[in-house]
């Protein structure tokens, strides 16, 4: 075995076959940073811009099912989690997953967060360029530098090639954005400044694909010139450029490249952002580039698959086609499918128990962990999210989906940015004992959720309430491509409760009152 894998394996083999975590400072799981939550160990395996091949499905749910709770979970940055993990994984293993390409070959930055890009990239019709090599270089060069591991957990690094599939609505700290200027490809640079859950702001930096990396590179040194990498708190690199301001930062950045950076006469403030049900295109049946092949968007309830399910997609995609895709909105494509085959892989999707359907309201239905798997939620948001689709979904027939956000607390780790209506988890005491329920916030503002619709409604309230609030937007949009978020945000909140012809008072006063006082329809 060369130096280069011993190296690699060290740290898998603390602890005698036992998954173990890798000592430092890492906040964020990886294969090789496992961590404790409620539900037993969670493990985090990156997928560099979420495109993963039908063997490592397969190995990955094989790992579920043999170490975890028999599913797997999809983040909001396209990763994969396996959860309840309770039976120890050996180094064996660990090293078969590193040698299929699943975590990174130098453990030591494998905790560092997975790199972004649209789900369509490459086969997407209206792309300016293909950003699968951007994300393949950097994943290669942070495995290659381990001086990286001084990267705060949280470095965050999106690639939008500008077609129809962008992720602009996903918060990282930096983004380089494909625009088209005289007929050639440039890229904006974006980086996080300001406040906390703002959107990365453009820097007016212009640059040639082939400087991406470079810049890219020269970023994260700076960084670590300021970072402390022996405290136990790594900066955010938001932080670090509040701090020393982003102008003085592309200084140094400018001081440790080759080439000069250009930097453009107008600038876009904030990244494009998708509005109406654009996010969720991705979701059906779609033309690739490729001709006369297409992908088919999977909807994937709260993001999670059965480890059979797993190994049914992935032989759907070995048989069918070339590849699964998955979304950092929790959701997975299936990629290269000829015409001719479309209808039969439309049909064994079902049989997997899964849809393919635009309409599908679980598409946009997001959650967290919940109580179950984390001691900080308040509610079960997995189990209400589903329940609360479960009853949507014979009442209401929507175009796209609606993004409903459940966040067992404030910290919102399922999904960073704003959702059309976020539920946030609390304990309401309701005839001498506590009930699960949730605030109740709508549109965008500058608050962290939205604008606070309602407060303390009980779980056993939710569900018809939030059918009201979708049959009155259905009703009271200007046009079918107006979103929820979007009709939401034309209405003071005194307005909106009076279209959903809620009486606030109860709710005013945290009362909680019956089923037929309030929400019955």
Known sequence: MSSRHTHRLLPALHGEGVLSLVSGFATCPGLFYATPAADGILSRVRIPGGI???????????????????YIDVTNRANLQVREIRTGINAEVLKYLQNMGLGSDNTVVDQIRNIMTSPTAGIDPLELIDTRPF???????????????????????????????????????IAFAAVLLNDNVYFRLYLSVGEKGQPPSDTGVLLAPEECLPVLAALANVYLAYSHTTSKRRLRLRELLNTLGYENYLQEVQQRLPFSLLYSETRKDLLPQQGKGEKYHH????????????????????????????????DLAAKYGSGIRLTPWQNLLLTDI?????????SEIALLGLDSSATNIKGGLVACSGKKGCAASATDTKSHALALAGYL???????????????????????????????LGVSIEAENRIVEGYHVYVGDSNQKFGRELYQYVTFAELPALIERMLCVYKIQRLNSDESFGEFANRFALAQLQQLFNIIPQSIANNKIATFSEKWAI
């Open 393 to 423: 979904e014979t009442r209401i027939t929507l175009d796209y989906p609606v993004n409903i956000h459940f966040s067992g607390c404030e910290k919102s780790c399922a999904q960073h940015s704003k959702s059309d209506i976020t539920l």
């Open 135 to 173: 994300v393949q270089g950097w994943d290669d060069y942070i495995a290659a530098h381990p001086a990286l591991s001084g990267l705060s957990a949280k470095f965050s690094v999106c690639f939008d090639g500008g077609g129809i599939i962008q992720v602009g609505d996903r918060l990282n700290d």
């Open 52 to 70: 993963i091949s039908s063997q490592q499905c397969r190995a990955i749910a094989d790992i579920a099912e043999q170490h975890g709770g028999g």
């Open 338 to 346: 000829p015409q001719q085959w479309v209808a039969d892989v439309q």
């Open 283 to 314: 979701i059906g049946i779609h033309p690739q580039r490729q001709q006369g092949l297409f992908y088919i968007g999977v909807v994937l309830p709260l993001g999670r698959l059965e480890s059979r399910q797993m190994r049914g997609v992935a």
